[in-house]
């Protein structure tokens, strides 16, 4: 049984992969199916380069959703349109977050860059600013949604869920005093791995 839905959502997302997203609507649908694989599966976070493809697209048409009026102005050098993300199920439910770290000189600066925190649909929960990478996962969580640890101002940051979002600023926040090597590592900086929108 767990074969067969399997080779159906795989039967689905080749014939999907094959047709333009026309929409961010569309695009979360076929995500969301994605993120139905039986849990073990996405444990091991083995997607198909077919839907990390038709995740980046999500990724792509949410950041120029959110910018597109800078981008019509000119705005945005090459430099700022080249990201980098990663996945992570930071709540528990299954679902794969996503982190997107952006770059260049219009979202980084002396104090750090701009990284948002999207649902697996692309919806924005949190857009925190004057951030260095990488982002830390930590073990512990709050409000059912496991704490990062950012570092912004040169100081490892402890940044909780508060119910609805994270806090976007976090170089007010209270230095980390936990051990990073027990946690784990996103947006591990990396030439090779950013991606332009």
């Known amino acids: 049984m767990k074969n067969s839905t399997i080779n159906l959502i795989f039967i689905f997302l080749l014939f999907w992969g094959c047709k333009p997203a026309e929409s961010l609507e569309e695009l979360a649908t076929e995500i969301e199916i994605i993120s139905e694989e039986p849990d073990s599966i996405q444990a091991a976070n083995s997607f198909t380069q077919d839907d990390q493809e038709n995740i980046q697209r999500l990724i792509r048409l949410t950041l120029t959703d959110l910018f597109e009026e800078d981008l019509e102005k000119g705005f945005l050098d090459s430099a700022s349109r080249r990201f980098l993300y990663d996945q992570v199920d930071l709540n ?106």
């Not at 948002?116 to 409000?143: A, C, M, Q, W």
């Not at 979002?165 to 005093?177: G, I, M, R, T």
């Open 92 to 197: 528990g439910d299954g679902n794969l977050e996503i982190l997107v770290g952006l770059t260049g000189s219009y979202f980084c600066g002396s104090g750090g860059c701009t990284i948002y925190l999207l649902s697996n649909k692309g919806d924005v929960i949190t857009r925190f600013t004057v951030v260095d990478y990488p982002v830390h996962v930590d073990n512990e969580s709050t409000n059912g949604w496991k704490n990062l640890v950012l570092n912004s101002g040169r100081k490892d940051r402890l940044v909780k869920y508060d119910g609805q979002k994270y806090p976007s600023n976090p170089s007010v926040l209270d230095e980390f005093s936990g051990d990073l090597s027990n946690t784990q590592s996103l947006l591990v900086w990396n030439e090779e791995k950013l991606l332009t929108f």
